[in-house]
Structures are given as structure tokens and as C-alpha cells.
């Protein structure tokens, strides 16, 4: 197991490696750049040649990666040019962070607490109208795209009825003190409870919006399984062998067809990330979403690197835990 | 049956036991931690915090994050949106012009020969740190800005001065500035190496704006750094911009994306209604719209034209005086026929500008006889002008041989502008005009960002659309801009008249004498427009500001000039 857990970690480090020189390559040869993008339309040839010399980027792109490990080796990133100016791309990255954790936790949270009961209460009512509605709800789910529920959660909910707020993390004029960076939290920790409720009510829509994928998936992934499971000896065995119903539904039901969910659950996880692109825009919610999508548009290289290999390396980590967490569910996987 | 009982009894109960006792530890810790916590993180609001005051506070939705807050290296809208309520020039522009008008300075007047300038300055000012604003804080921003070396040379930093003033003391390039002396506390000399037009307008810009020299020393203000593929800003730049003007920099709250401002209660004029100016960053344009309809923003800048008619509804929408040009640019280095006047007049002939303009751009925008609108200095009554004449258009490419013309047309995608809100739909109308009188169009469209501007600038396009917003009220900041050096978007090194142009521009931006000048700048576009033509002038478009109706006394600005030390809203 800890072999396999080390193991598991040294490829962490190769995908960073193979990214970092992959994106590397790729940012720098697609046309434009932040030169454009620092001086945009009052540059004069002679302004974009002294900022090209000035940021190194009249020089090979190998002597570049070379000069860039150099610096990510002491702990820089790089600076951003476009998203935050001036900042740190490391800095930006561990800034907006935990906005967009407590945005996924919320949303998956969201995705786990709706999908995995109504996933299970339509297998058991299977033709029922439960069933049907989930499904329906669950296809709907998963055929909207993500921004357009966004814009439609936030045009009902926000912009006509004026329930929740449209953009943000959270009122600037509550003031609120900054401990962790998860603005909930924070609130909690200080007491500052308006601030900790202030930003539960800008988190709601996006979780919302970035949940229904999650939802969905989980939805049906638990309604299949439970469906198999039902239909296997040992379920049948265990009711003439005369246990309850509660028990197998927990101990045996339950148990066997956690495992293809929670595969799903880490799968989801990991794919969050590219609806917080969209949610975020959506939503103007400064996590790393829209810092992923602003660098691309500013041509903010550090940024974009930072924010990409964090990603994948977060997926790869999540996934790790999935196959870590099977385990736990399975003692087969133990031995 | 007794015996499987008994087993299922022990199967269920002993692991419920053990789940109750699981989860009272996990309560009993939850418990601990929610009490524990709090003891570790100490609330850090001010009394004032969320309570109402009198002023109360206006958030305003801000397209994209400051690139910093001293305003010398800044050449982005968002950044001097936010500085111009902190900090104050010599001149200001008059409240809703762009014609300048005293600040700091009470007045200034020049020798003749237009080298030396003498400003009175304003007493009883001091800075937001509490130190004295007067001749010698004066002479030390102007020393400052000439005195800037290395990284912080970059024109991507100081570019307001490489575009006005020119090189620094190190004398790598000529300068515009000579010295500054302060004679008096109320008194500071400023000398110029020669004459411009553009003094002492140039002065109005945010970028020259009066900061604390102390709040620059101790928070190292000119400590700019190269790192890697950026620069790094100093504390100053970061969290300590000092001015004298109607509000104090508060706080950036970057985990929120909100900057936040506060009465000046110091302030040595009216003092601002506001207790609060908060700018919160919303970069998408249409959340920005649906954040004021909510009613969670009171205003923001530069709403999309499609949605002038809602906004207007039920809110202030405040169309400004265009102040910007939109054209259509001939670059005359790869395609031989663009060197010959007729082939450009014909292209000028053929483009319907006066439909274009009603089609494609908001009401309120006119169609652009010259390079900058007519209220700048110099402008003239009588230029050649080319209405829409296709047959014309066909007559003059026969003559020049380039019946069969092709052009590659660059347009820009990703990008909206005050002077050119829809490039896709202005395209579109040039490239059907073009092709009705027969030339082929080679349409090539990408991302502004995405290498749009660098084959512009580098001159790889045939046609292309491009503009300008004013900086000041000067002829130079548009034309010299444009034509005044020979490398440059329009390749004018190919044009036997592009030294020419370039000289006129620098000797009438040099006459001291302003009748004098004004025909100096009257005779250079008559010739732009009729020998001349490097691209044809297609639009002067408004921008708009809109602010709910709760918000009063915001004075639109045609460049962007916006103060909010007038400005009060109410609660109802």
C-alpha cells in the first residue's frame, strides 16, 4: 500500500514536469502575447521591441524553459502580467484557491447529498414516479450546459426575484476580516457571522450551477448500481438468511454499490474545474476559474501555467484518494 | 433459527455501538473545534464596519483588476479610474471637457519662446500623509519621473512619459524636460528643452499626477524590478498610493476582487460626499449589467451600445462627447498598389461611411471627416472630404491600374472598444462596400491579444481597423501619435512624403504661438486628407457611463475623466 501511495506520487511530479515544458512550448508559439496585451493599442515598434528584450522574450523558447525552471526551482512562479499585475502567479494561485474549493466542496456537497439518496430511492422505486422525475431531472442535468444554467439560476434567483446576489464572494461593504481565505470560515472563526452567511448566499447559485453535472452523473451512477446490486445472490441470500431490511439495504446494498460512486464522485472532482471556468465568469467569483480564463485572454503566462499544472495535479491527487478510499469501501482491496 | 438470531443481533448491534460511540466523538470534536477556533481568529472590523453612515458608499462594477496604483506606471483605464480620486495634477480637465483647468496649480504662464513655465501653487494643501504639498513635492515628482532607470524605463511602465516627454537623465534618448526649480513653497519653475503644443495639457494626465515624495521614499516607490517575464511593483504601487485628492486608498481586498476608497476628511477642497467608493471587478460585461440590475453595483463604465435603450429605462445612462477616432488603416509596405494616392482615395470613395455609421455604431456617433474629432486644436473646416461615390472609386483604380486589387483585411475578434463596439459588423460593412467596386478582400480576423495587434504593428496587414481614445485635448497626442515617426503601422518609410509629414507634425507641436499652430495643424490635415490619405477617418463614437438612478452629481467626462468627490447617493 505504501509503495503503491509513493509510487502514485513520483508520477504527481512527472505530470507537472511533462505539463510545465508541454504549456511552455505551446503558450509561447501561439500568436500574441502579453506584449500586446501590456501595451495594447498605443504600442509603437519600438515599445513592443524594448518590452520583447525586456521580458526575455526574444530569446529561444528552450533558454526560456531553462531560465524559468531556474526560477521555479527557488519558489518562483513567475509575475503576473494580466490578472492580478505585479502579484506572483503563486501568490494568485493560493489567493484564489480557496475560493474555488469552497465553491467545489459546496457544489459537490450539493451533487453527493441530492444525487446518492435520490439515486438510490429510484432504484428501490424503479418505474415509480420518483424515478422517472429523477431521470428526467438527471438528463436535464447533464444536457444543460453549465453557463447557461448559471446565467438562468442567476437571472431568476438574482437579477428578477433578488435573492442572491449576482457576482462575487462577498458584500465589500461588510468589511469582513480575512483569516484563511475561505470566506465562510472565516466568518465562522471570527464570529464575523454575517460575513460567514454574506458568503453562503454568494456561493449558493454557482454551487448550484457547478453542481448539476456532478449531480447528475452521481445520480445515475448510484441508480445503476444499486439496481445491479439488488440483483445479486448474496442481496438474495441475506434476505433469506432473514436479516432486515435496513441491514442489507446498509450493510450490502449500500456498501457494494459505494464503489463505482465514489470513482465517479473523485472522476467529478477532478472535473470540476472546467465548469468553474464558465461558472466563475458567470458569476464575475474570483477563483482560480476566472483566473484561468482572464490569463488566457490577458496572455498572462505565468498565470496560466501555475493554474493548469495545479490543476492536473490536483486531478491526478483526487484520484489517488478515489483508489486510496477503495480500501476503505472494499476490504478485498486490502489484501 | 435461535442461533441465526443471536448471530444477526451481534452483527448489527456491536458495529451500531460502535457507529453511536464514532459519532460522539466526532460530535464531541466538531464541538470542541467550533469553540476552540474562534479563540484563534480575532475579528479585525472597524466600529464602522457594515454600519450606515451619513455619505453612504457607492460600489461601482470596474472591468478588470488595477495593474497597480501609482499612477506613473500605469497605462490602463482601471488604474486611473481609481487614482484620479486619489491623487490631483498641477491641471485638471474642466468637469465634463477636456480642456484643462487649474488643480494644484492656481495658474502658470510661459516665456515666449515656450521653455519655461512658472506655476502659482495652491495653499494649505497637504498630502494624505500629512505632509506639506508645495514647490519643493513639485519638483520632486518631475525629478522622479525623469530620474527613472532601468526596468522602470520600460515603455510598458513609464509610457505616458517616453510618449510626451521622451528619454530620461541618462540622455539615451532627448527629453522634452530640462529642470525643475521650486522658487518659493508656492512657486515651481518647470523648463522644457523646446516648445510644444502639448504643454502644459499633458500635465491633466492621470499619470502626472502630484504623489508624496516622503510616502514615496519610505514605501521605495521607484523600486521596479525585471522578474522573469514581468516586473515586480513596489509597496507603494501595492497598497500605499498618496495624493492630495478628495479620497484615501482603503484596502485592495484581492480575495474578493474589491478596492476600496475613503473620504479624504483632509482634503483641502469641497470635500467628497461619499464615506465610501468601492470598485468591485466584474470582467464579464454582461454580469457587470446584470450586477447593476440587481441592484448589487450603482454603476459601471462603458455599457455595450445593444443595451443603451434598456439601461435607459431605468437608469442614468450619460452618453459622452466622442472624443476618439475609428479608421481604416493602409499599411503601404506589402501591397505596392496602396503606395499610389488614387488607389487609396478609391478605397476611401468606396466606403459608405455614413451608413456604416448609423448601422454599426451607437446613436450619437458622427461620421469622421479627420484624424481626431473637431473639438481638438487645429482641426479644419475644409479638408477634402470623400462621400460615398462607388462609381468614383472604380474611375480611380482604372486610372491606377489596380482594377483587379487585392487586399488583406485585418479585423480584430475578442474585442470591443470605445471607438469600435462591434469590429465584426464595421468589417463586414467595409468588406461589402470594397467588394461592390471590385476589389477582392482577403479577410484575416484575430484575437485583439491573439496576434492582432503584433502583425498590425508589425506591418503585415494591407487594410486595418484601429483607433484611439484622447488622452488630452492636443492634436499630438492623436496625429504625432499616428504619423509622427516613420516605422510604424502605416510603414510611411515607403511613402515619399512620410518625412515630410513627420516634420510638419514635430515643427507645428513645437510653435509656441497658438494661432500659429492651430494653421500649422490645419494645413497638415488638409494635406492628410487630400495628398496624403494613410487611412481613411471612419468614426467618432460615444462611450457611455450608466449609474442607477439613486446616484447624483457623476459629470461624464469624454476621456473618462470621471470624478466622484461631486457625487452623492441616495438610500431610497
Known sequence: ?335 | MIRFRTTRRERTEVPRTRSRARTVVALAAAATVAVALPACAQSQRGNEGGAAQSGGTLTFGAAGAPDLFDPFYANDGETFRVSRQIFEGLVGFKPGGSTITPELATDWSSTPDGKTWTFNLRTGVKFQDGTDFNGDAVCANFDRWYNQTGAAQNPALSFYWHDNFGGFADHKEPSLFDSCQAQSPTKAVVKLTRATGKFPSVLAEASFAMQSPTAMKKYDANNIVAAGDSFTYPAYAQSHPTGTGPFVFDGYDKGNGTITLKRNENYWGPKAKLDKLIFRIIPDEKARLQALQAGDIDGYDLPNPADWQTLQQNFNLEIREPFNILYLGFTQKNNPALQDLRVRQALAYAIDRKTLVSSTMPEHAEVAREFYPPSVEGYSPDVQDYPYDPQKARDLLKQANASNLTVNFYWPTEVTRPYMPDPRSIFGAIQANLQAVGVKVNPISKPWNGGYLDDVDNAKADLFLLGWTGDYNSPDNFIGTFFGSLNNRFWLQAAPWGQQLGDALRAADGQPDQATRVAMYQDINRKLMSQYLPGVPIAHAPAAIVVTKKVKGLVPSPITAEEFAPVSISNS
Open chain 1, 1 to 335: 500500500m505504501l509503495s503503491y501511495t509513493v509510487r502514485r506520487l513520483g508520477q504527481l511530479l512527472l505530470v507537472a514536469v511533462a505539463l510545465s515544458i508541454l504549456l511552455f512550448a505551446w503558450l509561447r508559439s501561439l500568436p500574441g502575447g502579453p506584449v500586446s496585451a501590456l501595451l495594447g493599442d498605443r504600442a509603437t515598434a519600438q515599445s513592443r521591441a524594448q518590452l520583447t528584450a525586456a521580458l526575455g522574450l526574444d530569446q529561444p523558447i528552450p533558454v526560456q524553459y531553462v531560465h524559468f525552471l531556474g526560477r521555479a526551482a527557488t519558489g518562483d512562479f513567475g509575475v503576473s502580467t494580466g490578472v492580478q499585475p505585479g502579484d506572483g502567479a503563486l501568490t494568485i494561485f493560493l489567493q484564489r484557491f480557496p475560493a474555488t474549493i469552497e465553491l467545489s466542496v459546496l457544489a459537490i456537497i450539493i451533487a453527493i447529498g441530492a444525487g446518492i439518496p435520490l439515486g438510490y430511492l429510484a432504484a428501490r422505486r424503479r418505474g415509480g414516479w420518483m424515478d422517472n422525475a429523477s431521470v428526467v431531472g438527471s438528463l436535464v442535468g447533464v444536457a444543460v450546459p453549465v453557463f447557461f444554467l448559471a446565467f438562468l439560476l442567476k437571472f431568476v434567483f438574482a437579477v428578477k426575484l433578488g435573492w442572491l446576489p449576482t457576482s462575487g464572494r462577498q458584500s465589500a461593504d461588510l468589511d469582513a476580516t480575512r483569516v484563511t481565505g475561505f470566506f465562510v470560515l472565516d466568518g465562522l472563526l471570527t464570529r464575523e457571522w454575517d460575513a460567514s452567511w454574506d458568503a453562503l448566499k454568494h456561493l449558493l447559485l454557482p454551487a448550484l450551477a457547478l453542481g448539476s453535472i456532478p449531480f447528475a452523473v452521481i445520480f445515475r451512477i448510484t441508480r445503476g448500481a444499486v439496481l445491479e446490486v439488488l440483483d445479486e445472490d448474496y442481496v438474495r441470500t441475506a434476505h433469506s438468511k432473514g436479516l432486515t431490511g435496513g441491514t442489507i439495504r446498509r450493510r450490502h446494498v449500500l456498501r457494494n454499490a459505494m464503489l463505482p460512486v465514489v470513482t465517479t464522485i473523485g472522476l467529478q472532482t477532478g472535473a470540476l474545474l472546467s465548469g468553474a471556468v464558465l461558472t466563475e465568469r458567470v458569476f464575475a467569483y474570483p477563483g482560480i476559474g476566472q483566473a484561468l480564463a482572464l490569463s488566457f485572454e490577458r496572455r498572462d503566462y505565468a498565470v496560466l501555467q501555475i493554474v493548469i499544472i495545479a490543476a492536473a495535479l490536483c486531478y491526478v491527487l483526487v484520484n489517488l484518494v478515489v483508489d486510496l478510499s477503495y480500501a476503505v469501501i472494499d476490504p478485498r482491496v486490502r489484501t
